[in-house]
């Protein structure tokens, strides 16, 4: 009896164990044909992304942003304005910041104007080398995106000289010297426009921003012809069409599932949790579905309307962050395009600011008076009533003695009376604003 008893637990335990072992292979086959599955899913995904012409890879972004064959690049001749270009003397520290430009319709302090001309004196190569890339238009700097980015110090450098440059000649009266400086600067900021990425976006609206705010100074201290008026607004019109956040969130997808591959492709091991996490099953299918799905996202949102953008970012961002850690590369990335975001539109806001001042100063340049309402620049001087690109209203506008306040509420959402930014209290509340006191 006990014999018989001990035979039949051995083949209880032998079934048992045949159970566990065929549950075992059932869900490792099913694990597998899941990540099959996926795996061609993703594939089916990517190559619809390239067939309608859209970067996947590395390789794929460079080639998607280059210049058309045959056409002249400036990229070359910038190379050797960076490398001319000398730093200016560093005995005035307040010289290099917005701390050394002067007020509003003030000429430069004799200091400033000296330390402008013998860095002027000492950069005469550098400023022929900018105009003579300016003319040339088009520019791709040659960069394959599998390198560190490129050096955009030395880019910034160039901007607030050149800003400097223009305050120096509009304080000689010297009008055609002094434009022609802001039409460089311009044009150097958007010698970036043909790689959107994001840090190349910031660093264009910010040279940009230099030489608009240098436009500032100069429209507060002399009278432009129409002319020059009207060539300023063409230029500064050209870089609002140009402008475009879907671009840039494509050029950031095609990044970031180039770098997710070489992340995988060369993964090792490693103490923290997000080097384990690369060794998981199906870990590349996820992420580079993450970054699809998300991206995608974004790059749906960068179409909407400039007023519903900044909410919709924000949105997304939050969503994302709630997300778990097996979504460890979209959490890191993704929620840093709402940043972005605000600072898209409020370089939108900056230039609809100046090209509303422009058309202000041909109407006063026209009637010898400012106009009671922005409604009555358009038709002759505008296309259409400037829209402030946070809250979809008409841009602000309010006539002082003398001149005007041009501002939009900015991302804070918040109308507060065309106070500016003040940098003994960079907290306080402010809208964006462009000021002619003149």
Request: net charge neutral; aromatic share 6%.
């Amino acid at each position: 009896m006990r014999e018989r008893d001990g035979e039949s637990g051995r083949r209880r335990r032998i079934r048992a164990w045949h159970v566990v072992l065929a549950l075992v292979v059932v869900l490792a086959g099913l694990t597998a044909l899941h990540l099959l599955r996926s795996k061609r899913i993703l594939e089916r995904r990517l190559e619809a992304l390239r067939a309608a012409g859209y970067p996947t890879s590395l390789a794929e972004l460079a080639e998607y942003h280059k210049l058309p064959a045959g056409v002249p690049n400036a990229a070359d001749i910038y190379t050797q304005v960076f490398a001319a270009f000398m730093l200016p003397p560093e005995a005035d520290p307040s010289f290099w910041g917005m701390a050394g430009l002067p007020q509003r319709g003030a000429p430069l302090s004799e200091p400033t104007a000296r330390l402008v001309s013998e860095s002027l004196a000492e950069n005469q190569q550098c400023f022929a080398l900018l105009h003579q890339a300016g003319e040339i238009g088009q520019c791709r700097y040659d960069w394959d995106f599998t390198k560190p980015l490129p050096e955009f110090t030395v880019i910034g450098d160039c901007s607030r000289l050149l800003q400097f440059a223009t305050l120096l000649h509009a304080h000689k009266g010297q009008v055609e010297q002094a434009l022609a400086c802001i039409k460089d600067g311009l044009r150097l900021g958007e010698s970036l426009r043909r790689q959107p990425l994001a840090i190349s976006q910031m660093v264009r609206s910010y040279n940009d921003g230099k030489a608009l705010r240098a436009l500032e100074r100069v429209l507060c201290r002399v009278v432009l012809t129409d002319r020059q008026l009207v060539e300023l607004d063409g230029m500064v019109a050209a870089i609002a069409d140009n402008l475009s956040l879907a671009d840039t969130m494509i050029t950031e997808r095609g990044l970031m599932l180039g770098n997710c591959r070489t992340a995988f492709a060369a993964r090792k091991t490693g103490p923290d949790l997000r080097a384990a996490m690369l060794w998981l099953p199906g870990a590349k299918e996820r992420t580079l579905a993450d970054i699809l799905d998300w991206m995608g996202t974004c790059i749906e949102a960068a179409q909407l309307s400039e007023t519903q953008r900044l909410a919709r970012f924000r949105q997304i961002r939050q969503e994302v962050e709630s997300l778990s850690d097996l979504h460890t590369i979209v959490k890191g990335f993704v929620p840093v395009m709402s940043p972005i975001v605000e600072l898209d539109l409020v370089f939108r806001a900056h230039l609809r600011l100046v090209r509303t001042a422009l058309a202000l100063e041909r109407y006063r340049l026209a009637t010898g008076k400012l106009p009671p309402d922005l409604e009555a620049l358009v038709t002759r001087y505008l296309e259409q009533t400037p829209i402030d690109p946070f809250d979809g209203q008409v841009i602000r506008y309010r006539r002082t003695t003398p001149g005007y306040i041009l501002y939009s509420i900015g991302k804070d959402g918040q109308d507060n009376g065309g106070q500016e930014q003040n940098d003994n209290n960079p907290g306080a509340l402010c809208d964006l604003c462009f000021i002619v006191t003149r």
